[in-house]
Structures are given as C-alpha cells and as structure tokens.
C-alpha cells in the first residue's frame, strides 16, 4: 500500500512537471491567442486537437508495443543489449512512457544510471495512474520537435502554417520523422529529406517531401499583444482569457 501511494503521489509531482512545460497563454474573448510565452526550458507549445493518424504514425516509429507494455518494454531492451554486443549501438529501447518521463524529468540531455533508475520508476507511476490514451496525449503535447518547438501542435504551426488536424499524411511524417533527432532531421534541415524517405520505406509508409514548408519568425501572439504587453499583463497560470477583442483592437490601432 506504502509502495502504491508513494507512485501516485510521484505521478502527481510529474503532472505538475506538464503543466509547467505549457507555455502561459493570453487569449481574447473569442479565445484567440494573443499573447504567448516561453515555458521554463525556452520553447513554446499550443493547445490543439491531436489526429489519430499522427498517434499511429508515432507509436509505428517510436514504440510498436505501446498498447502492450507496462511502461517498459523487456524485449527492446533485450535487442539493443544483443546489438551492442555485436559492436552496433545505434537505436534505443525506451518507450513512449519513458520518454515522456525523462521529458518531464529534465532528463533529455543526461543519460546516466541513475536517471535510467528514475526514469523507470517514474515510467511505472505514470502507467499506474494514467490511461494509454493520457501518457500518449501528453507525450505529444511535450516531445521537442526543433526550433523552440515542443509538442506537435506547436510544430505543425511553426512548420507548415496549420493545425495538426489540416495536415497530409506527408506532412504528419515528416514531423514524426523529427523526433529523436530534432536539430538534424527537422523540416527545415538539409538531412530530412534523406532520413526521412528511409524511414519511410522501413515503416512501409508513403511519403513525399513537403513543399508547403514555413518559417516563421514570431509565434509570441496576436493583434493585440502590444497592448498587452505595454500593461506589463501576465498569466499566472496555463490559460488567462481576456475581455479584450483582438479585431476591434486591430481596428482601433
């Protein structure tokens, strides 16, 4: 029982870690953005619908047993340790349950034992006290994806311009692609297109190179932002609505 409430009470400590990876936001009365800041580690994220289809495309990629599995997968573990063995140490054996706790634990840049150990036991909390459905959710919402872009719904406005939902499969890949790498293989490197279509040709999936990729240079808000931030306003918490209408604002400037 001791053993029970001590994972639960870890489980709590890990949500508040996701809560504080979400960038602070400021919306009008019609709940458009208008101001946005960083979260603690300097990259920004955004609420937005997640596709099934990018749920499928990331557990094909990152964890094929992940419905299956406590949180960690034994036989990963024990194919990568064969594969080491053999001289070749590319490739890794954690799954999405632990990946989402070395995020939340800071861990990223790190690997050392004891973070293994801590990430283990919070892999194990978190599966006892959230769905499949819940750890995924999360994981999506705070996996780096380059260019001060964490979670895929802040990834797919910095990349293509549009929400996650208004996405080809091509482009829903292309961010896939971008994880475990982020620096090298997002959509604005010269390598992603290579490691890209062979990926894709592993996993059996049809993709194209993009051609509708972005670059933006500022993603801190709306119309109205400087107002906002001529008032020094901020946001306590996660999510602050304001009375404030962003096109009567735009109009009146």
């Not at 009470?9 to 946005?36: C, E, K, M, Q």
């Not at 070749?88 to 293994?116: F, V």
């Given at each position: 029982?001791?053993?029970?409430?001590?994972?639960?009470?870890?489980?709590?400590?890990?949500?508040?870690?996701?809560?504080?990876?979400?960038?602070?936001?400021?919306?009008?009365?019609?709940?458009?953005?208008?101001?946005?800041?960083e979260n603690q580690r300097g990259?920004?994220?955004?609420?937005?619908?997640?596709?099934?289809?990018?749920?499928?495309?990331?557990?094909?990629?990152?964890?094929?047993?992940?419905?299956?599995?406590?949180?960690?997968?034994?036989?990963?573990?024990?194919?990568?340790?064969?594969?080491?063995?053999?001289?070749?140490?590319?490739?890794?054996?954690?799954?999405?349950?632990?990946?989402?706790?070395?995020?939340?634990?800071?861990?990223?840049?790190?690997?050392?034992?004891?973070?293994?150990?801590?990430?283990?036991?919070?892999?194990?909390?978190?599966?006892?006290?959230?769905?499949?459905?819940?750890?995924?959710?999360?994981?999506?919402?705070?996996?780096?994806?380059?260019?001060?872009?964490?979670?895929?719904?802040?990834?797919?406005?910095?990349?293509?311009?549009?929400?996650?939902?208004?996405?080809?499969?091509?482009?829903?890949?292309?961010?896939?692609?971008?994880?475990?790498?982020?620096?090298?293989?997002?959509?604005?490197?010269?390598?992603?297109?290579?490691?890209?279509?062979?990926?894709?040709?592993?996993?059996?999936?049809?993709?194209?190179?993009?051609?509708?990729?972005?670059?933006?240079?500022?993603?801190?808000?709306?119309?109205?932002?400087?107002?906002?931030?001529?008032?020094?306003?901020?946001?306590?918490?996660?999510?602050?609505?304001?009375?404030?209408?962003?096109?009567?604002?735009?109009?009146?400037?």
């Open positions: 029982v001791a053993l029970m409430v001590m994972l639960s009470n870890h489980a709590t400590v890990l949500l508040r870690s996701f809560d504080a990876l979400l960038s602070p936001t400021i919306v009008d009365r019609n709940g458009a953005i208008i101001l946005r800041t990259a920004f994220t955004r609420d937005g619908e997640i596709p099934e289809r990018l749920k499928e495309l990331v557990i094909a990629k990152e964890d094929e047993f992940f419905h299956y599995h406590p949180g960690v997968n034994v036989w990963s573990y024990l194919r990568v340790t064969g594969q080491f063995i053999r001289g070749n140490r590319s490739g890794g054996a954690s799954t999405i349950t632990q990946q989402l706790a070395k995020i939340l634990l800071g861990n990223e840049s790190e690997r050392t034992a004891k973070n293994k150990l801590s990430e283990l036991v919070a892999s194990i909390a978190l599966e006892l006290n959230l769905s499949k459905d819940e750890i995924l959710d999360m994981y999506l919402r705070v996996a780096y994806l380059g260019n001060q872009s964490q979670g895929f719904p802040e990834a797919s406005q910095v990349y293509f311009g549009k929400p996650l939902t208004q996405l080809s499969d091509s482009e829903l890949f292309s961010l896939v692609a971008t994880l475990g790498s982020p620096s090298t293989r997002n959509p604005w490197s010269a390598r992603h297109e290579g490691y890209t279509r062979t990926l894709a040709t592993h996993l059996g999936v049809s993709w194209e190179m993009p051609s509708t990729i972005k670059k933006v240079s500022d993603r801190s808000g709306g119309n109205a932002k400087f107002e906002l931030r001529s008032l020094h306003a901020t946001c306590p918490t996660r999510m602050c609505k304001s009375t404030i209408d962003q096109e009567l604002t735009a109009k009146l400037r």
